[in-house]
């Protein structure tokens, strides 16, 4: 499965950004979707995920009620939207997935074995 994730850039405090996260992996339906980050000097961390089987979506509560995931699956994309967003939302956001996680371990890194290449999200004024 090769994921191509986009959508990073320079953008104020306050601002919006959607990353997406493409594959074309045809079976792309029955992926658990995650979103990480990894900041400067900093460990990657999770930010939101989506499983479509069951239908259930994880979001940080780092960045809960400022972002939310979403996918399209005719698409094979996954969103991630964010607002309201801090100079610590600063990150290279990559995303991820699965064919089978189970939801204790959906915020786990070792939980995915495809990973897409990042895109830099920087917020500063």
């Known amino acids: 499965v090769q994921l191509q994730a986009y959508g990073g850039g320079l953008v104020q405090p306050g601002g919006s950004l959607r990353l997406s996260c493409v594959t074309s992996e045809s079976t792309f339906a029955r992926y658990t979707v995650a979103w990480f980050r990894q900041a400067p000097g900093k460990d990657r961390e999770f930010a939101a995920a989506y499983k479509f089987a069951g239908g259930y979506t994880d979001i940080a509560e780092s960045v809960k009620g400022r972002f939310t995931i979403s996918r399209d699956n005719a698409k094979k994309t996954v969103y991630l939207q964010m607002n309201s967003l801090r100079p610590e939302d600063t990150a290279v956001y990559f995303c991820?997935?699965?064919?089978?996680?189970?939801?204790?371990?959906?915020?786990?890194?070792?939980?995915?074995?495809?990973w897409g290449q990042g895109t830099l999200v920087t917020v500063s004024s």
């Open positions: 991820a997935a699965a064919s089978s996680v189970i939801r204790s371990n959906v915020a786990s890194q070792t939980a995915y074995g495809y």
